[in-house]
């Protein structure tokens, strides 16, 4: 069994000698590698081999030759952390949902799998710098047995406690690279997380880092073998694609798709994002989650739910050009509210004016040269 001690240890740590530190090092060490596997609460269990073997043998996509913005100035840019400052607005949506998640970035995921008890994730990016992160956030869950515990692994005096996790828990091929991006990204996770159990807390809303069983869960998400990390390109031809058949394959409804603010990178909708999102094996009751921004307004973002069904009945029309067509009934933002809002309407409720101004806009942005191809 894995010992309740990090955080202990941790506070010894920042203390003591480098003499003791090593020792405590050692004593964590040596209880990580006797972990029985005992959990405390339900389990889901590990996946029948014939459903991992679908679930891990799909496709991931290229890297970018150049990672996109929705400005110039945020091109090349790693998001190794969200600044979406209230996420907490999706809970009451996605609470309870099991099924299937995919979602980009890197924290947001385990939010959204502790609220939605999902069952398996597919945790994406076109960045494989960031997708590397979950290696990190991987082996530090299973070093953990509890939030505070995990939470003690990103401070300066656990560095070298998360350093043993990684040793134990990453493949041998991967440490190196995986401690090194623990070391350049340890402090912006840190304050990340702090914001999290900050701001869910204000907002009353429990989440994985501040409520057992959430955290529970997703600790066992990942010991079970039920999260991958890979390389996705929502306009890519393989990856998003070879989730849904590997999903289909394996049983598993979607019922959560988190696309962060990545529509807003595109000026047209690539014609392969629409293929994609059409492809998956929904769940009846599925929902896409996106961020749309407004920084200059709050230095945030508008929150926005929509269904999967009304999303693919958006997409099936050509003079739905982008998400803003989509989103055309946001309202005004508020500067001091939670930005929620949700889509029910369908393409037909659109006003004429909006589809012979989309139309417009396509045509000069195809004779600008923008393209459907998702470049």
């Given amino acids: 069994m894995i010992v309740k001690s990090i955080a202990a240890a941790v506070m010894l740590a920042a203390c003591r000698s480098s003499t003791s530190t090593r020792e405590d090092r050692a004593r964590v060490r040596t209880a990580l590698a006797h972990d029985d596997g005992r959990d405390d609460g339900p389990s889901l269990g590990p996946l029948p081999d014939d459903a991992r073997r ?40 996605v609470r309870g949902k099991g099924g299937g998640y995919i979602g ?14 999902s069952e398996f994730a597919w945790l994406v990016d076109y960045d494989p710098v960031v ?17 505070d515990e995990f939470l003690a692994l990103w401070s300066r005096e656990g560095r070298l406690l998360a350093h043993d996790a990684i040793d134990l828990h990453a493949p041998e091929r991967e440490r190196s690279r995986l401690r090194s991006l623990y070391r350049r ?31 529970r869960h997703v600790r066992d998400l990942v010991r079970h073998g039920r999260t991958r990390a890979m390389v996705v390109d929502l306009a890519g031809k393989r990856g998003l694609r070879g989730i849904g058949h590997a999903a289909r394959k394996a049983g598993i409804a979607i019922t959560v798709l988190y696309l962060s ?7 047209l909708y690539p014609d392969a994002f629409r293929r994609n999102v059409d492809a998956l094996p929904w769940a009846d009751d599925a929902v896409v989650l996106r961020t749309l921004l407004i920084w200059h307004v709050n230095r945030d973002y508008r929150y926005h739910v929509q269904r999967a069904a009304n999303l693919r009945a958006w997409l099936d029309e050509r003079w ?9 009934e946001r309202p005004a ?9 949700e889509t029910t309407s369908t393409p037909a409720d ?3 004016a909006l589809r012979h101004a989309a139309r417009r806009k396509i045509e000069a942005l195809l004779a600008e040269g923008v393209t459907t191809d998702g470049t």
């Fill in 54 to 93: 679908a679930l891990f043998g799909s496709a991931q996509d290229d890297a970018p030759a150049v990672l996109g913005g929705v400005t110039a100035s945020a091109e090349g840019r790693h998001y190794f952390t969200s600044n979406e400052r209230s996420l907490h607005a999706f809970a009451s949506t």
């Fill in 104 to 117: 980009v970035g890197t924290d947001q995921a385990y939010l959204f799998l502790g609220w939605a008890r």
């Fill in 131 to 147: 997708v590397q992160l979950h290696g990190v956030y991987r082996a530090l869950l299973l070093a953990a047995e509890s939030p």
């Fill in 185 to 215: 990204q340890r402090s912006a996770v840190a304050r990340r997380l702090a914001e999290v159990v900050e701001t869910t807390r204000a907002a009353a809303v429990p989440c994985w880092l501040t409520d057992e069983a959430q955290y």
């Fill in 261 to 267: 603010n990545a529509e807003e990178y595109w000026r």
């Fill in 320 to 328: 739905v050009g982008n998400v803003y067509h989509v989103t055309y």
């Fill in 333 to 341: 933002p508020d500067p001091d509210g939670l930005n929620l809002f």
């Fill in 350 to 352: 659109a006003p004429s």
